[in-house]
């Protein structure tokens, strides 16, 4: 088959010859080089290869320091020397070699070969035998075995007050000790990744580059020639918001007892404690220690209470409803509802603590009674109370700065039918009126909630970093309520008389004399109450929002009690005005 | 029989590039079996069995190629083109990462690259607006077919993958170069790039301004990119006249060479099979370029010609420049020796334009 092409086709006859010609200079170029490498050079190159004993040194990168806000160092590298060998040079003496060094020094000979198994890598690569020791060991045994073994420095984490920030720092550990899917994203096997709190959220911050010294080496471990530095480059530094002083007089507060204290920047959201009891120590993770300390204990103390679990809320939740009362127009601050020590409704009876009488809202809010909140939530409906406790981020994270936060719930009549099939009865409203029930919020959800009243209607994306480096961290993020000033500050009153009148259920906060206001919960569980307390100081221009959470600590008297020694401490050490 | 004896007959003088292909696909195998060893162990079943469907699919390919009738790409020329920019686009939005790149994208399994396609869309629109003459116009005889390889181009250098944009300029260009568009328009365009190459470094990703630094010196990066060019010529250096044997290939099987299956299969070819083994397989080059070559004396049809060129073209590049990398005449850009390297996209692309030319071969016997 031929196609007739219209016109006469125009032929440069020369290229036929023209590109055989280009491609013949071409391959006799390459042929050229070739020849110049493996016959000219050939020798050289076949020495080259021979000895080609390229040792790849790494130079491991520090990561960066983690400081309080004062400049007080709570994590940093610090240099741990390891002893290591090169595979390939070992070959045939590796057991010999690993039992008199296990004689002469004292080392568990099974050790010395676990740790090899462990660390090999490749044949040219070094592979710690024996990690973790002193230096003047680790020049003792070099002297002795100069040929075979060499002293490989490693950084390694150092957290300088464990148990007071266990829970924000989280700890590091070797990539090549997690799962296989870090090596996916190009983790190397000995770098170190955060795994928990800080540590992993800042991370890419935190972690430096790694470098090394490429040497070469003859057959016999002298190194011949330098061929080159990767310099290790290090991570940077965080400065959080934290008060390391208020952190350890947090830790002393909850000594003993399982829950969180929480303390923050009303209106910035810097968080200055964030303590969850009971704490660990994350050293334990980086010298290889026995975990069963940590891992079999019952109080699990590797979860942080304060944003990794949501309890009920008890009283806390009435500020809130008095709030979207008011909003609502259902209620006016002198509106009243007789306490008779119970409400009755249908053939159940729903108590009260205490007998009130004729309460109006700031009556109610002292005393918490329960009675004057069953009439405000049978007012409001479910519907509209679980809007409001949405809207106030019960049942959303908080989007602190640490990984693995959890959510509160909210539940709703919707909800109640999907899940369980059936209604939403008068007496799901008096539960959820008074913070029992299926309500819950994680303590840092549930502070920045009242915080919204302290600093008059927003709510706040707390933080816990200051500085990256010399970079000041972004002004958090702050969502307005659109509630009504006023509104905001009757329940702001109803809410320092708490505290001051002597009825108050947080009396004895007044002797503080620091203007506190604030709000006491005992959620009933089926175990032993959990006790809360969260409230705001000063009372006219709010600075710091506490929060103390105590998970069965039988009642909010014990929160109180808590509180009361926190800050007074705080108060000494002149760390709060 | 008739029919046989008729498609023996267009064959005839086609059996040195079959034979020659095949051989290539056995050294691609046992290079590839041989670099896929670490410290005397085999370690890459997956691979093996990969590329040999890959050279199935690519035999298939061949065929089927070999009995489609050339002029259709005439006429299909536009939309195999545009068909070709929008794989490249799609790469973008379906597309999966490797190495830092986006360039693969994934059918049932096995990833493919379109824009490895696309150097051939680009061959077929250039032979195409070659054909046609006079072509005396700036703008539409030599700005209009550029500006196309140019948005191709641009397109492939924002997955980013230097190596291939690069190559579909080189391929146009050179090309051109053979056309009867006025050759002071290359040389004008020629200054312009020179003039604005620095200004083009700041669009490089950090990972390629290093190859190309350490491309100059070597010793700037000897950790990282230059470690690469050194090794390889240690391993090639060390294989000789006669090469240290089949699998005895130390620097390959140490780790030393990274990606000594893709890119540098070369290296392992010349280290195991030395100066005799690297002559054997140019040797074997030269006979494929040199039918393709040949070819254009007996070709009427300018459509015809101009795609046997690029096609020749396309080869030679492709071996000229593997081979020039891994001795550290050229940078290390990220390119694939025709017919040998692990890899579907390129192997595929290959058997195609091979089955393109034995289709214009059978037209002018």
Known sequence: MQFNIKGSFYRDKSHEKLTKKIVLICFSILLMVLFSYQIGKGSYYLRRAQNNYIRIIPLYSLRGSIFDRNGIVLAKDQASFN????????????????????????????IINKNYKKNLRGFFSPANIVTNINKKEALKLKETYSKDLFINPAPQRRYLRPLDS?????????????????????????????????EQYYNSYLKGKDGGDLIEVDAKGNVVGFLGRKRAQRGKDLYLTIDSRA????????????GSIILLDSNSGEIIVLYSSPSFDPNYFIEGKNLNSIYKNKDSPLINRAIQSSFPIGSLIKPLLALAGLEESKI??????????QF?????RFGCWSTHGLQNLYQALAHSCNVYFYNLGLILGPKSISNWLKKFGLNSKTFIDLPYEKKGFVPSPKWK?????????????????????????????MTLAINSIANGGYLIEPILLKKIGEKEALPVFKKALAINRENINIVKKGLRKVVSQTSGSARILKNLSLEVSGKTGTAQTSQRSHGWFVGFFPYKEPRYTISVFLENGGSSHQAVRTAYIFLNKLKQNNIIK | MNFLKRISKEFR????????????????????????????????????????????????VFIIFNFINYRLYYNLSFIIYTFGVVLIGAVYFTGHTAMGAQRWISIGGLTFQPSELSKIAIIIIMARFFSHSPANSFLKDFCLPFSLVGLSAFMIFSQPDLGTAMMVVLIAFCLGLFSKINKKYFILVLAGLLITAPLGWNFLKSYQKKRLTAFINPNVDPLGSGYTIIQSK??????????????????????????????????????????????????????????????LKKIRDPFAYYLTLGIGIYFFLHIFINIGMTLGIFPVVGLPLLFVSYGGSHLISSFILLGIFFNISRNYN
């Not at chain 2, 034979?19 to 056995?26: E, K, P």
């Open chain 1, 83 to 110: 002893l290591a060998v090169f595979p390939y040079q070992i070959k045939n003496e590796k057991n010999n070699l690993f039992k008199k060094i296990s004689k002469d020094f004292n080392i568990d000979q099974e």
């Open chain 1, 166 to 198: 266990a829970h924000l720092l989280g700890y590091v550990k070797k990539a090549s000790s997690l799962q296989k899917q870090f090596k996916k994203y190009g983790y190397k096997p000995l770098e170190r990744i955060g795994i928990y709190g800080i």
């Open chain 1, 247 to 258: 952190q350890d007089i947090a830790r002393q507060s909850l000594a003993g007892k399982k």
């Open chain 1, 332 to 341: 006016k601050p002198a509106t009243t509802f007789d306490c008779k020590g």
């Open chain 1, 344 to 348: 009755i409704l249908g053939k159940n």
């Open chain 1, 417 to 445: 039918k999907e899940r369980f099939n059936q209604s939403w009865y008068a007496g799901d409203t008096l539960n959820l009126s008074i913070g029992q029930g299926y309500l819950q919020a994680t303590p840092l959800a």
């Open chain 2, 13 to 60: 003088g086609l059996k040195t590039i079959v034979l020659s292909v095949a051989s290539f696909n056995l050294i691609s195998i046992t290079s590839l079996y041989s670099s896929l060893h670490q410290q005397g162990q085999f370690v890459g079943e997956d691979f093996i069995s990969k590329q040999l469907t890959w050279i199935a699919i690519s035999w298939i």
């Open chain 2, 234 to 295: 240690i391993a090639i250096g060390s294989g000789q006249i006669f090469g240290k044997g089949f699998l005895a290939g130390t620097q390959n099987q140490f780790n030393f060479l990274p990606e000594r299956h893709t890119d540098f299969i070369f290296t392992v070819i010349a280290e195991e099979w030395g100066f005799l083994g690297s002559f054997f397989l140019l040797f074997l080059y030269w006979l494929i370029l040199k039918k393709i070559f040949d070819k």
